[in-house]
Structures are given as C-alpha cells and as structure tokens.
C-alpha cells in the first residue's frame, strides 16, 4: 500500500471543515485525479497527505509508515519521499534553475553540509537529469524568474524529481497556464508517473484533463469523497452529482467540449 | 448545498448597509469641519505655548543673523593648509561607520531571523527580542557615543560600538519586517522536500530577503557616515573632536575645511550607495 487515509477529518481553527471522515487507499503507480469545486476539501486533502497541514482526526500512512504521528528527521525522511507541485510554482525566483532543483536534494544531506550551498557532483547530475526528463536541461543555468510560467512548473516538476520520490502531489499544477502549456506540463507528469512508476495525485478544475489522464477519479464534496472510480464510470451525470450541479462550460479547459456540456445539461 | 447559503449572504446584505451608510457619512460631515479647525487651533496654541517656555521668538532670529555673517566670513577663506592633519581622521571616521555598521548588521541577521512570526512562530522568542530592538532604537547614536566613553573611555571604540548598536537596531527591524513578507509559496515547498528550518532559511528565505538586507545595510551605512562625523563631541573619535576643538579656538577658517571635507565624503558616499541599493532593488 502507497498511501493510505483512515478516518481523516480537518476541522479548521474558524470552524470550517475541511476533510470529513476521509477512508481511501492509494496504490503504486496510480495517476489520481482528484475533483471537485473550490473549497470542497481538495488542495486540503493533499496538503495533510505530506503533511504541510495538521489533520484534527485519523491517521495517514505513506508506504506503512504514519505521517500523522511522525515528527522531526522522521517527518523529514518522509516528505522528502513525496514531491510536491504548486499552483504557483514556489520557486525561488532569484536564483537559478539547477539551484532550485537541487534544493530537492537538502533532505539528503546535513544542515551543515546544505548550509554551505555545495552539493555533490552526483546531486548535480541527478539534478540536470531531472531537467532533462522534463525538456528544459538548457535552462539550467539561467535564473528562474527569467522562465515562462510552464517552463517554471517544469523546474518544479525537476525538483520533485531530484527528491527521487516515489509519489508525486500536485495542486492545481495548471490554474495559472495557457491551455497549450497546460497540456505539455499535464504530459510530463503522465510520462514520469509511467516511466518512473511514480504514485500521482493530481487536484484539477477541468474535468476533460481529468478523463484525459486520470487512471483514477475522486470526486470530493463538502470535505467528503463521493466518487471514486474509474473514468468511465466518472459520466456526466456522475460529475454533476460531484459538483451539485450540472457541470459548466469553463469546467472545461478544451472550448470545443463545452458544446456537448450544454446539450447534456 | 452548502453554497446556497453562500450565494445568499452577498445578495442580501449590500442593501442593508447602503442606506444607513449615506446617512451616517452626512452626519458626520457637519463634525468634521468643526473638527479639522480646531485641530489646526490646537496645533498653534500648542506651538505658541511651546515657543514662550523656551524663549524662542522670532525676535532671537533677527538678532543672531548678523552673528551669522560674521562667522561665515570668519571661515571664508577655508584653511586649506589644515587638510593634511584631518585626513587621518576623516578616514578613521569612515572606519568607524564601516566597521559600525557590518558588525551591527551581523548579529542583526538572526536577530530579524528570530522576531520574524513567520520563521519563528515561537511569541515566546520573538516577542523579547522584538522589544529589545525597540529599546535598542529608542537610543539616540550620541547617548550610546557618551555611555560607551564613559566606559571604554575616549577614543573610537566607543563610536564604533555606538554604531554598532544603533544599525543593529535599525537593520534587525527592517529586516524583520521584510523577512515576514517575503512569497511564502517557496517556505512550503522547502517544508514539502523535507528541508529542516535552517535549510528552509537558506533555500527560501535568504535569497529572497537578501537584495532588501544589503539595500538597508548601505542606508545604515550612509546613517552611520554622518552620525560618526559628531560622534568626537562626546569623545568617541573620528572627525568630531578636531571640529569641535577648532569650533572652540576660533579656528572658523579651519572648521570650514573640516565641514567641506565632511561634506564631499558624505556626498560620495551617499551618491554611491544609493547608486547600488537602486539596482539592487
């Protein structure tokens, strides 16, 4: 078992819930897309996965191990062994490309050690692997701020592979590109979830992206899960059921689509 | 479901606040005329009373101003044979400021690391430091110059360690402030890696504030320049105590060269580091 969630709930400090009561069993090399309207629990769900939120109640296990309970170098091993894409990027704009992808090497090395900013020739090479792996291997010396919004979630995407992790999250990897570069970045993580067998979560808006490359559908609502499948099964019908209403033309990241939608709807 | 209760709420309360708001913005237009008079009366009589305690008059003004011109033309010409012997010390002012300011700007860096609430969440920790610095900042250059002689007697440690107190009060507050508002976006990524807190300061917060810290490193310095032209009034070297010994003999002439001399590096300087600190921002 890859990842695995038992009675999660999120209550937030204002009230809010966020994840209720939350059972699901990730497998190796899954592509999960996760979707669901804004606010019904997705980028939460992730973000307790790795642990960058606290949940209130239940346990998650990564590979066996519980993140919930971990704490210190422990907690640290284990979020080094899962990769994390944002929405907007997070790199360090002002430094260069290579620096921001073996920054996901710091949790294989001291304090000391990482404090000096040298790492060894072997993390480079991995590093300038990783930028290759993603197309952008020639950028590697120029500094990240210089670099188009998907080329920088590529450099984002390499980080997570310099952390030669075995389970990739990404939250909402593509709200904020173009639909060109947002099929090219979608790709790339297709690519290494198959070639790397790489556990993929994914959280998106756009249903078609979702059928496109999902091996797997959750659907979230209010915090709660009420779809997983296959996405045959994820119908329209099914969709709307997800989202309480019938799904919307810019649900829809491909415009010719959005016809269909409203002749269904 | 639960967006029915969201798509409500906006509809229903724009109408009611609208009316009541016109009215209380008429009330309160009446009140405020009133208001801005009477504060200018205040200010006035405030300034007016402030002026008599202390004697000042424009009456001083009138009777000073011919001083005035006496002592102009008492430093004119400027002794220019005086440049050589305030060489030394004009440089050894800038020494004091530089080496003032780096060493303040040091320990200031963990300093800002600790008060930011965004790197350490520990109130526990920042809240003492914070108000350290702000003790720090309440002291005036030239209080911390005479406490300093007083202890490690005359001479230029005592201007250094002056310095050195007040940039490290200065940048550790204005780094700190940056430092919380630096994009959070790269510290959760760091944490996503599995980076420890230091890391995480060196990967994602370092190079972000780092452009900010140098820029007030320099504004310090260029402070710090002409705060150490007066530090030798109270004994803690540099440039201060000839001027002041000159100021004392008469010596207008020489004065002058020591003003225009202080004048020209603190021009230099100023025009220097500000050239730097605007392309580094």
Known sequence: MMIELRQVSK?????????????????TGEFVVIVGLSGAGKSTLLRSINRLIDVTSGDIQIHGQSITSASGSRLRAIRRNIGMIFQSFNLIKRTTVLNNVLSGRVGYHSTLRTLLGSFPKRDVEIALTALERVNIRE???????????GQQQRVS????????ATIILADEPVASLDPLTTRQVMDDLQRINRELNITTIVNLHFIDLARDYATRIIGLRAGEIVFDGSVGEATDEILAEIYGRPVKADEFLDTSREMQVVGVT | MRLDIKSTNPTSTPSIPSSPNDSISNA???PRRGKRIATWMLFIVILVVCSLYIDVTPYQLFVGLPEMGVLLKEMFPPDWSYLPTIWAPTLQTIKIAVAGTILGAIPAIPAALFSANNITPFKSVSLPIRTLLNLVRTVPDLLFAAVFVAVFGIGPFAGMLALLFFSFGIIAKLTYETVEAIDPGPLE??????????QLIVFGVIPQALPAFISYLLYTFEINIRAATVLGFVGAGGIGLLLNQSLGLFRYDRAATIIILTLAVVLIIDNASTRIRRKLL
């Not at chain 1, 950028?139 to 919004?149: C, V």
């Not at chain 1, 995407?157 to 030669?164: F, H, S, T, V, W």
């Open chain 1, 139 to 149: 950028k590697a010396y120029i500094r990240a701020d210089q670099l188009s919004g």
């Open chain 2, 28 to 30: 309160l237009d009446k």
């Open chain 1, 157 to 164: 995407i390499a980080r997570a592979l310099a952390q030669e």
């Open chain 2, 189 to 198: 990524a760091m944490t996503a890696v599995g980076a420890t807190r230091i």
């Open chain 1, 11 to 27: 209550t937030f400090p204002n009230g809010t819930i966020g994840l209720k009561d939350i059972n699901l069993k990730i497998q």
